[in-house]
């Protein structure tokens, strides 16, 4: 199970801290990815981090901008958001793969656990 947390509303040019955290599987196992999905767009990769080298993957889109980390002691992943933009709005979801070539991909086809998204709002 995933449970995302963290969401709301924020400025333009501001930060905010996404938590997921995890539960009934090894965490430490798994690669962990966030998507996000604006209303009338398909769902897009926001990042993921390697459960084995720690290492991230983030797109050109927020990249610069987000960061992600993991805890594997607290079984949680979190996103962070900064110089938020208008276009940062969106229901973010977290997700987790065993696949690094699975959930690193722009819409994380067949990715088997998600969350249930937090909404992030932007506003000018």
């Known amino acids: 199970q995933l449970q995302a947390s963290g969401g709301g509303l924020v400025q333009a040019g501001g930060s905010l801290r996404l938590s997921c955290a995890a539960s009934g599987f090894t965490f430490s196992n798994y690669h962990m990815g966030w998507f996000r999905q604006a209303p009338g767009k398909e769902r897009e990769f926001v990042g993921a981090?390697?459960?084995?080298?720690?290492?991230?993957y983030l797109p050109g889109s927020v990249k610069g901008r987000f960061t992600i980390a993991r805890d594997n002691a607290k079984n949680t992943v979190y996103l962070q958001m900064n110089s938020a933009k208008r276009e940062d709005t969106a229901v973010y979801y977290c997700?987790?793969?065993?696949?690094?070539?699975?959930?690193?991909?722009?819409?994380?086809?067949?990715?088997?656990?998600w969350g249930q998204g937090t909404q992030v709002t932007v506003s000018s």
């Open positions: 981090i390697n459960w084995s080298s720690g290492s991230t």
């Open positions: 997700a987790a793969d065993t696949l690094w070539g699975r959930i690193a991909t722009v819409r994380g086809m067949g990715v088997p656990y």
